[in-house]
């Protein structure tokens, strides 16, 4: 039996046969398993995909009507704006297969593109409707599945979304399946079956820089998630020699030294990755590292760059409601404005994630049996996520119920000591 077989037949037994049951008690933390650009766009990888943007933008310059070239372009800004996280590929991309639509309005290439830069600037609703329609267009295709699936889990609508990413695992096993079969896992306590599942994923990347620091980084945070500080950093650094300079990496990096105590060192990391790119969650780790190691002053320096981010991102089709509705509720800033945010995120994408976040900004405001309520929803999939444990905790000590707070405040601790640089400490403090 050659090595691929065994390889295919692991993969056989880890993906199917009840694959997105969770084991008994085995707890994991949810990852944002965003590899939808990915799936499409297939051996893009960084260090590559410049010149194949100045490729595709001479053959549109040449041949404007290729409608094929225009839809590759389009998908091409896509993994740009993943790389670089400038959100002006995402309108560059917009028009490129909007220009490509419209040419070939049936083109299956073009929607997927729609669909896939629909989910990245958080339009759920849009990205479903659009993969339902390449679904249609290409019934025995795979590429639709995790699109589909992507779209149904924001949404909330879990059975729909795992049974996607079921099918898509069994046309197309490979890193976009395995990684989507980790957050499945994930989402319903399966650590164990989450951790096999990204391991898959990393294999499946091999040999390819970006996506393979990408998968790393994944299996890295679920680690994080557990507590396991050696293993996270292990994996952390595997992104960095598959990828030098992965900003994810860095961050994730600067979370293990933080935890170990090592600010200074925390700090150096986190100022190589926002020096690289100045993405939100980078920024404000820095700007919370700022903060433990008392530096005030840096630290709101970085924390009013989120604001011009928000500005940038909103300018190029992005919502960002859910996030800056948890970042505004951590840090205690704009209260009532991260509340109306939490509850515009939660009409647009009810799922698990924006039931924790809408909850949290409720307790915050002093809405405290509201968000009890919102806070039993997020945890409905039997999800082990130190965050949302330490806000359960949090809701239940705002309505009184100090003791079954402490219990929560211990369970996150036990899940994950360093679940959070600002609210870990809080959770110590008030579990005994």
Known sequence: MTAGTVAALAATVLLFGGALRPEAGAPAQPVFADVAVSSLTGGFAAGDTVSLVRSLEGQ??????????????????????????????????????????????????????????????????????????????????????????????????????????????????????????????????????????????????????????????????????????????????????????????????????????????????????????????LVTTLGDLYAVAGRDAQAREQYRLIDAIRRLLGANGVRTDLELALFDTDHGTELPRALAQARRAHRARPSIQADDVLAWALVRNGRCVEGLRFSHRSLRLGTRDASVFFHRGMAERCVGQDAEARRWFRRALGLNPHFSLLWSPFARRYAS
């Open 60 to 281: 549109v310059r040449a041949e404007p009507k290729d409608a094929r070239a225009l839809a590759s372009l389009g998908l091409a800004y896509q993994q740009r704006a993943r790389e670089t996280a400038d959100a002006s590929y995402l309108t560059r991309s917009e028009a490129a297969l909007r220009r490509a639509q419209t040419l070939a309005p049936d083109d299956p290439t073009a929607i997927e593109g729609l669909a896939a830069l629909a989910l990245a600037r958080h339009r759920f609703h849009e990205a479903l409707a659009l993969a339902r329609r390449a679904r249609r267009l290409t019934p025995g295709e795979s590429r639709p599945l995790p699109l589909l699936g992507d779209a149904l889990i924001e949404l909330g609508r879990y059975d729909a979304a795992f049974g996607t990413f079921d099918r898509f695992a069994a046309l197309k096993p490979g890193l976009a399946a395995y990684a989507r079969v980790a957050y499945a896992r994930e989402l319903l306590g399966d650590r164990t079956g989450a951790v096999a599942a990204m391991r898959l994923a990393v294999g499946a990347a091999a040999g390819r820089s970006e996506p393979s620091a990408w998968a790393h980084v994944e299996l890295a945070k679920l680690f994080f998630g557990q507590g396991a500080l050696a293993r996270a950093e292990h994996q952390y650094r595997a992104a960095l020699a598959a990828f030098p300079g992965y900003v994810y990496a860095l961050d994730g990096l600067a979370h293990v030294e933080a935890a170990r105590g090592n600010l200074v060192r925390a700090i150096e990391l986190a100022r190589r990755a926002t020096d690289t790119v100045p993405l939100p969650q």
